[in-house]
């Protein structure tokens, strides 16, 4: 028996399914190189009858890593490394520096003995542990969130969520196994820092939402990225709630680091300038591109100011004050006047570097000021 349907009815549901929908974005086609195209409600400009959807960038398709980590994994296991970001460590780098400034700036402050070399040591390696954990995680956040968006974007339009070679719910899953394995790390350290760790989770899920709605997202990533500055303390076993000087310093060091990532964070956001203005993504670089610099040199002299007035706080040496504050502002101000914001290339050799640079010379300083009270107590 054959089955037959008005034609009115077959008309109705074709033009439904075409009728447009305002600020909705959709995954149009997917082209066998994987290539995804994003499409935005449809505009048409009045002026020259052209269609100003931001639409992906024409760009060679995606091919397989053949070298370095990624290229002697399976290939089933690629997309899910490519996640991670595994292969670009540069971001767990500076997830790691707050963690590794508090804790060495905390280990003079440890009552009733100051700790020990191999306790610092010890810490400094677990929250490495943790930084990698959770800077992955992070990244599987921020891709699952920004599917959509990446494909617009040249440098993100190969990420495995964008190219769907990994599924939304497999990215989820995979993503619930990072935060997992990052609240086994949790757990190492003492139970107090439970209630400092915790709570950062909200900030992780929600911070790719902010370049949605404002153009100051990296501020909500510096939120995000200095929380280690807090956790060295508790980690060591200094109450922060009963230590006023160890409060205030713990303060002053996690707005130091907030002022950091937002100055590392707007060089990097010049390396899309051109592709989110196209897609709508909002950013400190686009808002202030033409005062980046200034707003760079601002930024880097709050750092350093925050960042002596948390040594003065925890009473911190000479070391400190030379090697870290001294040291930070050199790095920022060669880092600065250097970096030529128009060049993709460039601005990710100062990211990439400027994070050995600018976190080495702090680190240095707060651990030859550790060593040196440590072996005159």
Not at 164 to 171: C, H
Not at 177 to 196: D, H, M, N
Request: with cysteine; proline share 6%; hydrophobic share 45%.
């Amino acid at each position: 028996m054959r089955l037959t349907r008005p034609a009115s009815l077959y008309r109705q549901q074709a033009l439904a399914f075409r009728r447009p929908y305002a600020g909705v974005r959709t995954l149009d086609r997917i082209h066998t190189t994987a290539m995804a195209r994003v499409v935005a409600s449809p505009t048409v400009s009045a002026s020259t009858g052209t269609d100003d959807r931001p639409t992906a960038p024409s760009l060679p398709p995606y091919t397989r890593p053949t070298s370095g980590l990624l290229s002697v994994l399976p290939a089933s296991w690629v997309p899910y490394a490519e996640l991670t970001r595994i292969d670009k460590p540069t971001g767990t780098y500076y997830l790691f520096f707050p963690c590794l400034f508090s804790t060495l700036m905390a280990a003079p402050m440890v009552q009733p003995a100051m700790a020990t070399p191999g306790a610092v040591a010890g810490t400094s390696l677990l929250f490495f542990a943790g930084a990698l954990i959770m800077r992955s995680a992070g990244c599987s956040i921020n891709d699952l969130w920004d599917r959509n968006l990446d494909p617009m974007v040249a440098r993100t339009r190969h990420r495995p969520l964008a190219r769907q070679a990994i599924t939304p719910f497999r990215g989820l899953a995979f993503t619930g196994a990072q935060l997992l394995a990052g609240l086994g790390i949790l757990v190492q350290f003492p139970t107090s820092c439970l209630y400092y760790g915790i709570p950062s989770l909200a900030l992780v899920a929600t911070y790719p939402l902010m370049k949605r709605v404002t153009y100051y997202p990296q501020f909500v990533l510096g939120l995000t990225f200095s929380w280690g500055a807090i956790m060295g303390f508790p980690a060591l076993g200094v109450d922060l709630l009963a230590n006023n000087s160890a409060l205030l310093a713990a303060g002053l060091l996690y707005s130091s680091n907030v002022a950091w990532t937002v100055l590392y964070d707007m060089i990097y956001a010049h390396m899309d300038i051109k592709d989110d203005a196209k897609a709508g993504i909002k950013s400190i670089a686009l808002k202030h591109d033409a005062q980046t610099k200034s707003v760079l040199t601002g930024l880097a002299v709050v750092q350093v100011g925050l960042l002596a007035a948390a040594g003065i706080a925890s009473g911190a040496g000479p070391a400190f004050f030379v090697g870290s504050c001294g040291g930070a502002l050199v790095s920022l101000g060669v880092m600065i006047r250097r970096v030529n914001l128009k060049s993709v290339k460039d601005c990710w050799w100062w990211f990439v570097n400027g994070c050995w640079l600018t976190g080495g010379v702090i680190g240095i300083g707060l651990g030859a000021d550790y060593l040196v009270q440590y072996a005159g107590r």
